[in-house]
């Protein structure tokens, strides 16, 4: 979408698809490690063991790093009992790990690693996770030929298993790849098969997170209405995980796809919750841009006075942040819009102000 407002670069300017980070789920399948792991916990009690399964609940809360040492640490172990099952779950646990982190070519190392001792031990459910690993690695790293051929090996596997989670994402990470691929009809055939098998889950946050990658695939393709549902979706989940600060990105997504059709009145509405939410989250990066979104949508209008009033605000903010190079935009709206409404002795007040900052 190309730009319509020559002096405001909100998120309303470019297609919305490239403001979105690719939502990865490689979290999903934690139950089926889980299984796999209190297989071998009841086989082999040990330090090994209480070392992988504190990096599984590193991993879960986030606290990557730590569950690449406690990895390292139970691999050694592994590696020096000669324990084939054990080395393979532990680095597979670092390829996820470093995978999180962003360490793509690592991952892919590790998880190769773990694919091939997956295959001699006979693991099927590890051979799976290994190989999502790489599929989702591979698109990291552009190769989405790769990526889409290891991807589909672990939904083949995940499938053979029942196992539903991992179903969930081996279906929605092939979507990303072959919507990194450009193929946006395929993708999203992939990850309206993901949302139906999370939905009889109920897996919210796997659901949100796929309605996410639906919402921009159709938003990429033009197909706002549809994009619109989606989003509207994900509102309703945000609200009742109380994520409000999900809630937020939500409701930028949605007044700019319903602003995107047209539909400025719709746009205005959610634009105004999500001032409302920025507020009550004390965020005034999000605010500011919510008061720009307003302003820009009330322009849409032709109301040039509400619009005016929201520019205001958002110079207010600006100042107070301090953001130079948003007071520059509120400004240069501001102008914009005065001299719209005929009113030349603000349009002056405002291009001082522009002025002054320049000499500051």
């Known amino acids: 979408m190309e730009s319509w407002l020559p002096c405001y670069d909100d998120k309303h300017q470019v297609p919305l698809v490239r403001k979105e980070p690719q939502t990865v789920l490689p979290l999903l399948d934690n139950s089926s490690q889980d299984k796999a792991l209190d297989q071998i916990l009841a086989r082999h009690a040990g330090e090994a063991d209480q070392l992988l399964e504190q990096g ?17 640490e139970a691999l050694k172990i592994y590696t020096q009992r000669q324990n084939q099952q054990g ?10 790990a470093v ?25 099927l459910r590890l051979e799976g996770q290994a190989l999502g690993i790489l599929g989702n690695s591979y698109r990291h790293q552009g ?16 499938r053979q298993l029942q196992d539903q989670p991992g179903e969930v994402a081996a279906l929605n990470n092939l979507g990303l790849a072959h919507k990194a691929q450009g193929n946006l009809a395929e993708a999203i055939a992939y990850q309206k098969q993901s949302l139906n098998v999370a939905q009889t889950l109920s897996d919210h946050q796997a659901e949100e997170q796929i309605l996410r990658n639906l919402a921009n695939s159709c938003y990429a393709t033009g197909d706002y209405a549809q ?9 309703a989940i945000a609200q009742e995980l109380g994520d409000y600060r999900l809630l937020g990105q939500i ?11 047209g539909d400025y009145p719709q746009a205005i509405e959610c634009g105004r ?14 605010e500011e841009q919510a008061l720009g979104s307003l302003g820009v949508a009330y322009e849409a209008l032709e109301d040039y006075a509400q619009a005016i009033e929201y520019y205001e605000q958002r110079l207010s903010v600006a100042r107070a942040i301090p953001d130079a190079r948003v007071e520059k935009q509120a400004l240069c709206s501001l102008r914009v819009a005065c001299y719209a409404l005929g009113d030349y002795a603000k349009v002056m007040e405002y291009h001082e102000q522009g002025l002054a900052m320049h000499n500051r």
């Open 56 to 72: 599984f609940k590193q991993q879960k809360s986030r606290q990557f790093e730590s569950a690449v040492q406690s990895f390292k």
């Open 87 to 96: 080395v393979g779950i532990a680095l597979g646990g670092l390829a996820l």
């Open 99 to 123: 995978y999180t982190l962003g360490d793509f070519q690592q991952a892919i190392e590790y998880a190769s690693r773990s694919l091939a001792i997956a295959r001699e031990v006979k693991d």
């Open 143 to 158: 190769e989405y030929i790769k990526a889409i051929d290891q991807g589909q090996q672990s939904l083949t596997i995940m």
């Open 227 to 235: 994009a619109i549902k989606y989003y509207k979706r994900r509102v």
């Open 251 to 261: 409701l930028r997504n949605l007044s700019n796809a319903c602003y995107a059709l």
């Open 273 to 286: 919750a999500r001032l409302l939410t920025a507020r009550k989250l004390g965020d005034r990066r999000s």
